[in-house]
């Protein structure tokens, strides 16, 4: 049995596993299993009990329902292009790992800004959440600084940018329409890693239509508004 991801391709935690197939040189809809979250298949529980996406299930009936775990699988084990971790292995790791974590970081503190949980607010947020998402900002500003290439980790894409990646599209495009903000105001190297990221191939074959995107936005005020109602890349 070939591997199937099961997924919805409007998800940004299922983006990630999509996206490091594309960077292993692989056509995610070879393997993907799109699901309406608003509609769950009996298949999916059979997969994960939880009834969540992403799900991996690999040709020897390993199933792999984390996100963070599934791009590493992806890696190791999919397509025959350069590594995701080339570099800082053990770092690149802990920065994928470590992603979703509540206190602070990029992912938490964006989800914060833009409405608090999944919901969108308009107008900005409260100054305590504007200073913790810009704090994480600088933090990813300061590592490209560092960093040998327009990249997290150097002048390759890795498991770590493809960990955040999903959340900063989404971030920018929702902060500049509904928070009159600049995702990258005053972060320069974040600045041009957003750029070099979206002018990759793997990322402009994966992006839904930001206009209509917007539109559901809009109507639903909520950035997981694909959990509730019949919704896809093609059709966001």
Not at 22 to 35: D, Q
Not at 106 to 134: A, C, D, K, N, Y
Request: net charge negative.
């Amino acid at each position: 049995m070939p591997p199937t991801l099961w997924t919805h391709t409007l998800c940004p935690y299922a983006h990630r596993a999509s996206l490091a197939l594309c960077e292993k040189g692989l056509r995610p809809r070879a393997f993907e299993r799109h699901v309406d979250l608003s509609d769950k298949p009996k298949d999916l529980f059979r997969v994960n009990p939880r009834g969540l996406v992403p799900a991996l299930e690999c040709e020897d009936g390993e199933i792999v329902t984390e996100s963070s775990r599934i791009i590493v699988v992806v890696d190791e084990r999919f397509g025959e292009r350069r590594s995701l971790t080339r570099g800082p292995r053990d770092e690149i790791l802990e920065f994928a790992r470590d992603a979703d974590a509540a206190g602070g970081g990029f992912v938490s503190s964006g989800l914060s800004f833009v409405g608090g949980g999944w919901g969108i607010r308009r107008g900005m947020p409260r100054q305590g959440q504007i200073e913790t998402f810009q704090r994480s900002v600088r933090a990813l500003d300061d590592r490209l600084r560092g960093s040998e290439g327009n990249y997290l980790f150097g002048a390759d894409v890795s498991l770590a940018d493809i960990s955040i990646w999903p959340f900063a599209e989404r971030f920018q495009l929702a902060m500049r329409e509904f928070q009159g903000y600049d995702i990258a105001e005053g972060a320069e190297y974040f600045a041009a890693w957003l750029t070099a990221m979206s002018a990759r191939d793997s990322v402009r074959s994966l992006r839904p239509d930001d206009e209509a995107l917007l539109r559901s936005w809009r109507r639903t005020m909520r950035l997981d508004y694909f959990d509730y109602e019949t919704a896809s890349r093609e059709s966001p």
